[in-house]
Structures are given as C-alpha cells and as structure tokens.
Nanobody, 126 residues
C-alpha cells in the first residue's frame, strides 16, 4: 500500500522558517515527479512546488518563489519543502503528492499527481 506521510508542520511567527518532510512508502518514487500543494481555510487546494524525478528541475507558484525550496532524497524516498520568510497568508494544510510521470509541463505535472498524503498544518502568526 502506497503511503505519503508529511511531517514538520506547526506554529511559527511571520518571518520564520519551517521545513516540511514527506516520506513515501509502498513503492519507490525515484522515477516520478513529486510536489507540494496547500489548502487554506475556505479556499481550494493550490499548487506550491514540484520537483522532477532527478531533482534537476523545479516549478514554484509565484506566491512562494524565492522563499520556498523543494528538494528530494531518492535514497530515502523523501521530498522536502524548506519554507523561509513565512507570511500569515502561508497558513494552510500542506499536502505532499507523487506523480505518475517523471516530469513535463507544469499542467502535466499538476494533473499527473496520483498519490496524496493526509497533510500537515502550518500556521503563521502575525
């Protein structure tokens, strides 16, 4: 059974940092794109960042570009999201996702996400 388990969420003040981790089990995702999405209260889930199977290519949403960094360790079947300069508007449940393709256009990567974690809550206080 494939599982994606997020960790690292919590409460942080504006301007602070958090590092999210997502550990995958049940199959290897070393040949798949992986990513992070988030859903704020009362809003739809939105794309945050994605990384190619090799880690050599990334996509970021405009709202987090320059502040967040996605990375992966294929030996550990784990993807990370380093979040710096956090803002209250970053408050959301953050979800890890893994795709069924190695890479592609942003739309292909987003709509190719097949496996999802249950999420971890990030709260940024002002």
């Amino acid at each position: 059974q494939v599982q994606l388990v997020e960790s690292g969420g919590g409460l942080v003040q504006a301007g602070g940092s958090l590092r999210l981790s997502c550990a995958a089990s049940g199959r290897t995702f070393s040949d798949s794109a992986m990513g992070w999405f988030r859903q704020a209260p009362g809003k739809e889930r939105e794309f945050v960042a994605a990384i190619s199977w090799s880690g050599g290519s990334t996509y970021y949403s405009d709202s987090v570009k320059g502040r967040f960094t996605i990375s992966r360790d294929n030996a550990k079947n784990t993807v990370y999201l380093q979040m710096n300069s956090l803002k209250p508007e970053d408050t959301a449940v953050y979800y890890c996702a893994a795709g069924n393709r190695g890479w592609g256009t942003l739309q292909q990567v987003i709509y190719g996400m097949e496996y999802w974690g249950k999420g971890t809550l990030v709260t940024v206080s002002s």
